[in-house]
Structures are given as C-alpha cells and as structure tokens.
C-alpha cells in the first residue's frame, strides 16, 4: 500500500547524518525517556547479585562486589527504543556477554541457543545466543561515568543496543541458556520475538 | 509458540479519516477517525500513526486511543508538545474529511477490562488520562451491577482548571455513578475558592484517595516520568503488591512511553 499524502505535513527532516543513522520510523531525541510496566524496583547492592544459569546444570551466582571484579568495557552505541525515539552515541560501561558466559564454561555451563533475562519485578526477555555473543552485549553498570540510575535500570541492565531498547531488560538478575526461543514478556504481549530496528520489527507478525 | 509467532500477521497499516474534532483545551484535541477494517480494541491500548509529507519523508509516533472497545470509531487525544514535530500538526492543521496512517492496536500491559474486576485506581496526569479515560468509558458502558461490582477511582493531576481534559464528561460520569469517584488535583493555578488538592501528587494523597492494600485494587498510572515515578513508588511504600501497579509514561518526546 502507497502512503498517502498528510495534507499540510512537512515535517522536520533530520540532517543527513542522522538520517543515515536513524532506522525507517524512529527520530532523533536528545532526552533520554524512561519506560517501564511497572514501578521501580530499588534492590540494594548488598542484596543483588547475578545468575548465569542453564536446565540441569549448577548455576554462577555473583555478588556485586565479584561482578564489579570482572573486566569491564566502556561502550559507546546508539539506542533505538520501539516507542520511535533514538539516541546517539550513549556512553556506558559493563561487562561483556562473552565475558560471563566465558566464565559460565568454566564451571561447567553449556550455551545453548538462546537466552532469557529474567529480572527484578519478574520482567523477562528472550533473545538468541547470537544476539549476545561475539561483542554484541553486555551486563550495564554505569551510563555517562556514573552508576546506573534505577530509572533506567540501575544497578545493572542488559544493554544490547543493535535490537529495540525493550531486550536491554532493566534491572536484570538473571541470564538463563534455553534450547528453544521462548517470548518473553512483552514478546507474549505482542511485540516481537527479535526486534531488530532495521528491519522495523516492532510487534508480533512484522517481518 | 514460536510457530504461532512465525505465522502471526502483520498489523496492518490502514487509513482513517477524521469525522469530527473535538477541541477539549487550548492545547489538546480529539480526532474521532472513521478507520475501515479496525479489529478492535482493549482500553488502554495505543495505535501508531505515520505521517507522510508530499516528498515522501516519513514519521511515527504512537498514541493511546480514548474511545472505549466497540464504539464504531476511534478517538485520539492528543496534546500539542512544545516543538511537536507530529502532534503541532495533528493539533493545529489536520481538518475534517483529512487522513491519516495509523496501525493497531498496540500494547497488551496497560488495559483493563471489566472482566479483569475492581476496584480500579487510576492516577494520572495532564494527557495520561488518555488511557484512563477509555478505561472508564469502557466501564461506564457496562450493566449498572457490572459497573458497581467494579468500583472505581480516578486521581487525576492538572496545571489548572482550564487544562483539564475531559472536565464535563468526567463530571458527568461522576455524577451519574455512585460508584465513581473524580479526584482532581490542580497543581499550578487552583481557582479561589478551589476546595479540593493543590499539589503534587505526593503518597499522603494517595493513601487517602486509594484503596487500603487489602482490597486488593487494579491500579494503573499514566502521566509524564516524574508523576509515574512518585507514584509509583509511594504506591509500593503503601504496601500495595508491586504486580497490581501497571504504569506506563508519557515521554518528553511525545508518544506514550
């Protein structure tokens, strides 16, 4: 179907930079919007701790103070959120995907094709293992040189930025290995199970 | 499950036209769309709407749809945002008889649905009622002894009098429902003798308007991050269960977020 004209509509074309940068229906914000389901969680990092994790074998639990032990890696990327907005060049630090999941084989965790988050407030996403792996993914810990705010998912948030903001699972706890895709929480809400903004894949049945 | 994904179709983009517009304050308005083909809907539920200028550039945004589930059209709510690329022109230029693309509906979380049960708490702010509002439409068009089995409050945060949207209809539903209760609170320029809240929305004010914890309400809170944010967490303060507290905000950019 051929769109058709919004009589009057001009709009305000971004520069060609960012046009080049922007995936088809996003725009550019300078803002940095806050989304979530429901309130935010505020877990004390004397209590939190993170969870590499996989059916029938033990799992690797960090402390904070083991996890801020792990090498991390500052992070410069642009953000794609499926409410329209993107964001360029945000600045975070974290741990690498590869780096837990390296340390997982070490005690005997097996990758498995696909992986779910699962987070404080019973939040959940699902992506696949190649969505995680290769320097594609990272556990977030600081945004702009300081930590995390709770807003936006601190103390730590799943940042994957290649694929809409919502698989950047705020407030993430867990990582678990899964033999087959499982949708997650807004995945069973309608929304789709990979969501790559290049290919506009926002909701469930887009290509 | 991942078959059913794999064979799920697209939400279609279709074509509606603008019937009536409704002007509800000096920086919001109503599109009621004629939209052929509409599946229909869940209150609180959003639609994205796509622009397209005659060189063929192209923008989205995404609203909450105001009308209830099977009224034969759909209404859009929106509010003029200071330097709006999309809402300036969906406020100030869209005319009657005029166009626009829009697919939906979208989103599963923020709905409600009389068969969900009450009480129902909603907060919200400036154009957070949107959802809200759909909420109870929805509601007050069920059988009186649905809608009483399904008591229901709404807490909702103003500049001024003069920017309430939905003011009449909200007093209206009021008035003819024992078993509704409009709270408004007027933050920047309460009337003279304006009886009612002045402020904020804080948790003293909530844990007056709301429901104790043990009756368990639905609660659902929709405004810009500030207000959702506080809340929100003064709600989970009072003790009510984290998992009964859907919120969903109205970003700077515009758009539910």
């Given amino acids: 179907m051929t769109s058709p004209i919004s009589r009057g509509f001009r709009g305000r074309r971004p520069n060609a930079g960012a046009a080049a940068r922007l995936p088809p229906g996003q725009y550019e914000t300078h803002d940095f919007p806050v989304l979530s389901a429901g309130p935010t969680p505020h877990t004390p990092l004397a209590k939190w701790s993170f969870t590499l994790g996989a059916r029938g074998a033990p799992s690797v639990t960090w402390s904070w103070d083991e996890f801020e032990a792990l090498p991390h890696e500052t992070i410069t990327r642009d953000i794609h959120c499926v409410t329209k907005w993107s964001k360029f060049d945000t600045v975070w630090t974290g741990v690498s995907i590869d780096t837990i999941i390296a340390a997982g084989a070490e005690k005997g965790i097996a990758p498995a094709p696909y992986v779910v988050a699962v987070c404080d407030g019973g939040y959940t996403t699902n992506l696949p293992l190649a969505d995680v792996t290769g320097g594609k993914a990272w556990i977030a810990v600081g945004y702009d040189d300081k930590p995390l705010h709770p807003e936006h998912g601190g103390p730590a948030r799943l940042l994957v930025p290649h694929l809409y903001f919502w698989k950047s699972a705020k407030w993430v706890r867990e990582l678990h290995f899964r033999d087959h895709d499982e949708p997650g929480f807004w995945e069973a809400l309608g929304y789709h199970m990979r969501g790559d903004p290049w290919k506009e894949q926002r909701y469930t049945g887009d290509a | 499950m991942t078959g059913d ?245 109205f970003g700077p950019t515009g758009g539910p977020a």
């Fill in chain 2, 5 to 249: 994904v794999a064979e799920a179709r697209p939400i279609a983009w279709r074509i509606g036209t603008v019937h009536e517009i409704i002007a509800e304050t000096s920086r919001v308005r109503t599109l009621v769309l004629d939209v052929p083909g509409w599946p229909g809907h869940r209150a609180g539920q959003h639609v994205d709407v796509r622009l397209t200028a005659e060189d063929g550039y192209q923008t989205e945004r995404s609203y909450s749809i105001a009308s209830p589930p099977g009224d034969p059209r759909i209404s859009l709510t929106i509010e003029r945002l200071e330097d709006g690329e999309v809402s300036s022109y969906l406020v100030d230029e869209l005319r009657e008889g005029d166009t626009v693309e829009l697919r939906g509906p979208i989103g599963g979380h923020f709905v409600w649905s009389v068969r969900d049960g009450g009480p129902l708490m909603l907060v919200g702010g400036g154009s957070g009622i949107v959802p809200l509002m759909a909420m109870l439409r929805h509601r007050a068009s069920a059988p009186d002894g649905v809608r009483r089995a399904t008591p229901a409050r709404l807490l909702y945060s103003s500049r001024s009098w003069r920017e309430v949207i939905y003011r009449d209809e909200l007093a209206h539903l009021a008035d003819t429902d024992d078993s509704l209760r409009v709270i408004h609170t007027l933050t920047r320029e309460p009337p003279p003798s304006w009886p009612g809240y002045a402020r904020r929305i804080d948790r003293a004010m909530l844990a007056e308007v709301t429901w104790p914890a043990s009756a368990h309400p639905h609660i659902y809170v929709c405004g810009g991050t500030p207000l959702v944010e506080t809340a929100a967490k003064a709600l989970v303060e009072l003790d009510y269960e984290p998992t009964s507290i859907r919120t969903e905000r």
